[in-house]
């Protein structure tokens, strides 16, 4: 068996990359001299949802489209106050969680762990990332998603196995 020294964890947050930073914990408890990279691949998305207007907080009422923050304006009619949804911006997959929950998850182990943030696409920047630390092993999580997309094109895990410079353990 080969010696994995330096170990690139691909993490994202979703299922199958817990799985990989599990597998990564219980490799480090046997070899506590092991360095782990957890890499992350920048895709923060927004995503629009829509609010009742009796969830808002404290924001102020539109009039014409125009905000009535910090303006003195004239009283409203009432069917101007009946705001019944608004839209907000809401970011999902951020980095900044991910890193979190994988801190958290890796904090009870004595191994030299570091975080990196890599962007582009994700098999390829894990890859050329693990190429540039001479990385040992890549430790990836299986995606349970199915699609015909992923059945033409492939997975991220089978991406990775298939270009990476060093070897591949895939979590399932």
Known sequence: MSEFKKVVVAYDDSEGSKKALRLTKEM????????????????????????EANEQSMEPLPINNYPADGIQVPPLAFEQRSVEKAEHAIVTDSTEQAEYNAR?????????????????????????????????????????????????????????????????????
């Open 104 to 172: 958290l998850e890796l904090s009870a182990i004595n191994a030299d762990v570091k975080f990196k943030v890599l962007e582009g696409n994700p098999a390829e920047s894990i890859c050329d990332y693990a190429g540039e630390v001479d990385a040992d092993l890549i430790i990836i999580g299986h995606s349970s998603t199915e699609g015909l997309k992923r059945k033409l094109l492939g997975g991220v895990s089978q991406k990775v196995a298939n270009h990476s410079p060093c070897h591949v353990l895939i979590a399932k």
């Open 28 to 51: 480090a408890k046997v070899r506590p001299e092991m360095m782990i990279i957890v890499v992350h691949v920048f895709e923060d998305k927004v995503k629009n949802v829509t609010v």
